[in-house]
């Protein structure tokens, strides 16, 4: 499933508004206003002969969201991006791991969930992330597990808990944003949340929480009781 075009996608930098260009945001906000998708666009600098930056730019967010640590060749695989550009974003991305202490970081509280997910919340559909968790309630790993609409025939417990097992998490969170910005959980939510919660107590991994989000907060179920 494909993210939603939007002005990003259909206009070249060029065309946007210098307020929405994302060097000028950068420039006037700070690399911390932009979302994932603005600041792969400015590693990406241009499109190709065939495909706009954001389109492209789009295709590389959907890699990085299934697999944080890509070889230079599935990069180089997405249509646009050629061997030096998936070169020079393998290095950013490597930079970017060797200067980051997200990973074994303590988790406490839902906020603590929050301050590791909250970029995903700009995205136009619903990322559905897990948040691996060894016994010290350590992070191991955050990944979408799948895009679209939550239900129970998106969300299948191998695409949960694969990774968690071969990470021998002893833990995960469950976390997805609503792009509407509304927060409170819809009943497939729930129903979800319950069969995901029968799998990992099968396979000796808690469910601690599920978080619906939105770049406004947070819902947690855990805090409501539905835990």
Do not use: C, W
């Not at 299934?66 to 070169?87: F, H």
């Not at 010290?136 to 417990?157: C, D, K, Q, W, Y």
């Amino acid at each position: 499933m494909r993210y939603e075009k939007n002005i990003h996608t259909t206009l070249s930098i060029a065309e946007l508004p210098p307020q929405d260009r994302p060097r000028e945001k950068l420039e006037n906000k700070g690399a911390v206003a932009l979302s994932d998708l603005e600041l792969l666009m400015i590693l990406l600098s241009s499109g190709s002969g065939k495909r706009r930056v954001g389109e492209i730019a789009i295709d590389l967010l959907a890699l990085l969201d299934r697999n944080s640590e890509p070889a230079v060749s599935e990069i180089a695989r997405i249509d646009g991006i050629g061997q030096a550009k998936a070169s020079v974003i393998s290095a950013a991305l490597e930079l970017g791991r060797r200067r980051t202490v997200r990973n074994g970081s303590t988790i406490s509280t839902p906020n603590d969930i929050f301050m590791e997910i909250r970029h995903f919340a700009s995205r136009q559909q619903e990322q559905f992330i897990v948040v691996a968790l060894n016994g010290a309630h350590e992070v191991l790993n955050v990944f979408s597990a799948t895009t679209g609409l939550v239900n129970r025939t998106l969300i299948h417990p191998r695409e949960v808990f694969a990774d968690p097992i071969s990470r021998r998490a002893t833990a995960v969170i469950l976390a997805h944003n609503h792009p509407s910005g509304v927060l409170d959980p819809s009943a497939e939510d729930i129903s979800t949340t319950t069969r995901l919660v029968e799998s990992g107590e099968l396979l000796g991994i808690r469910v601690l929480d599920h978080l619906v989000f939105s770049q406004k907060g947070f819902f947690s179920f855990k805090e409501h009781g539905l835990m």
